[in-house]
């Protein structure tokens, strides 16, 4: 199958960044991987964009359990005394609350926000239906906010 070398390159960007948070060290490999499998199907998939992340969300599963990883994103944030005011320290307060969701809440809410696929993209690349979506995305916000309320008391108390 051939697409214009356009599309191709959006979605190459796309893949790269969805793969590299999980895998930076595999993820032009992985990138390169999924784009060929989607330019060998011989059928054009109803959604070629859902198709390539479904296909390189079985590829970093596999990765991991070759390599008998768990899948720890948890990012440290460097600057518990100054608060939550910079940008910087916002973004690691982020980052630190994307964290410690499951992988299964983590995926639903990176390809829906960070992604911004449909709700229904979403549930043909996980495989799951429509309500399971709504479900983890309610859980995974719930759970951010916990986290970065819990960020917040923590950065609210100063060293005396």
């Known amino acids: 199958m051939t697409y214009p070398q356009a599309q191709l390159a959006d979605w190459r960007g796309e893949l790269y960044h969805f793969i590299h948070r999980q895998l930076p060290q595999e993820a032009e490999d992985l990138t390169h991987e999924t ?13 070629p964009r859902a198709f390539l992340f479904t296909v390189a969300r079985r590829r970093i599963a596999d990765v991991l359990r070759e390599k008998y990883r768990t899948f720890d994103p ?17 973004q690691d307060a982020i980052d630190q609350a994307l964290g410690v969701l499951p992988a299964n809440l983590f995926w639903t809410f990176a390809l829906r926000h960070g992604l911004e696929f449909s709700l229904d993209e979403v549930a043909e690349i996980l495989d799951v239906n429509r309500s399971t979506v709504n479900a983890r995305l309610k859980k995974a916000r ?17 060293p005396r």
């Open 142 to 158: 719930e759970l951010m906010q916990s986290q970065l309320d819990g960020h917040v008391a923590k950065d609210e108390v100063k």
């Open 74 to 90: 948890v990012v440290d944030v460097v600057s518990k005394t100054t608060g939550i005011a910079t940008r910087e320290a916002r």
């Open 35 to 47: 784009l060929l499998v989607l330019l060998k199907q011989e059928r054009a998939p109803d959604n």
